[in-house]
């Protein structure tokens, strides 16, 4: 029997997570993939993307044009809530599996359910990676049965924050900020709106447990801390669970955590391996 030819990906956005993305692809890290095109709706920065890899994927012109491509099985969003919108159906009508990273827009349930029903109706996937937060597994056991309640707490710098509509929409001075200070504590399907490039571990949490109105969610930003801190604590019949990570952020994105495109490369590598470890 020959070799099964390598997993053809597709990547829309091609930033700080999706760079990581494309460079562990194209270093074999990622298993048995092969990065076939890449999309940024600005070009010059899926251009910047291929000069860095050894093996070169063609740019594409439009997003329609990747998502077409026959040549392409998998296709990574690596861009924004705003790009799963408008995609996320798109890829997965045209017989092609998805991986989510701005996992926000996934709590909007209308779109939820009409990316549901239309892998459903493709026999697709759509992949979640658990991103920079750890415990989803036990999360996900935890809610087969009932569960008390879910709260994640979320720490971090002021420059995490720049460019959050929540700091737009208050005027909140960053610079200002000497001591820790609460931002926001209440249901995940608000934070997601808020804060939609920091928090996206609270959907991501949100859709393993309870869902997005009883997940509980505190936002804290704090002048004295370096790393991006999670913890989480889960009660339910179960017992009671409880994780702390503390993550860096990428030097050139600080509202993202490394470790985050990091979940993103293990999630493709068991996508493409034929034994499956973990919940």
């Known amino acids: 029997m020959g070799r099964r030819r390598k997993i053809g990906v597709g990547l829309i956005g091609c930033g700080s997570i999706g760079t990581v993305i494309a460079k562990a692809i194209d270093g074999g890290k990622a298993g048995e993939l092969e990065l076939v095109a890449v999309y940024d709706i600005v070009r010059e920065h899926a251009e910047r993307l291929v000069k860095s890899l050894s093996k070169k994927p063609m740019i594409a012109e439009t997003s329609g044009d990747l998502i077409r491509r026959r040549d392409i099985d998998l296709i990574v969003e690596a861009a924004s809530q705003d790009a799963v919108r408008e995609y996320a159906v798109k890829v997965l009508r045209e017989g092609k599996d998805l991986m989510v990273m701005s996992t926000g827009a996934l709590l909007d349930e209308n779109l939820y359910q009409e990316v549901l029903n239309m892998a459903r109706r493709m026999g697709r996937k759509v992949y979640v990676p658990s991103g920079a937060v750890v415990g989803l597994d036990n999360v996900k056991s935890a809610a087969l049965e009932e569960i008390e309640s879910v709260t994640l707490t979320t720490r971090k710098p002021p420059v995490s924050f720049e460019g959050a509509p929540f700091i737009k929409e208050r005027g909140v001075d960053l610079t200002s900020i000497r001591e820790p200070k609460v931002l926001y504590e209440g249901p995940a399907r608000e934070a997601v709106k808020l804060f939609p490039r920091n928090v996206n571990v609270a959907a991501s949490l949100s859709l393993a447990g309870v869902g997005a109105d009883r997940t509980w969610?505190?936002?804290?930003?704090?002048?004295?801390?370096?790393?991006?801190?999670?913890?989480?604590?889960?009660?339910?019949?179960?017992?009671?669970?409880?994780?702390?990570?503390?993550?860096?952020?990428?030097?050139?994105?600080?509202?993202?955590?490394?470790?985050?495109?990091?979940?993103?490369?293990?999630?493709?590598?068991?996508?493409?391996e034929n034994i499956d470890i973990g919940t």
Do not use: Q, W
């Open 217 to 272: 969610v505190k936002i804290i930003v704090d002048p004295n801390v370096k790393g991006i801190t999670h913890e989480v604590r889960v009660k339910g019949a179960f017992g009671e669970l409880m994780t702390k990570t503390v993550n860096r952020p990428f030097p050139d994105n600080p509202k993202t955590s490394y470790i985050a495109a990091l979940s993103a490369i293990a999630t493709l590598k068991k996508v493409s």
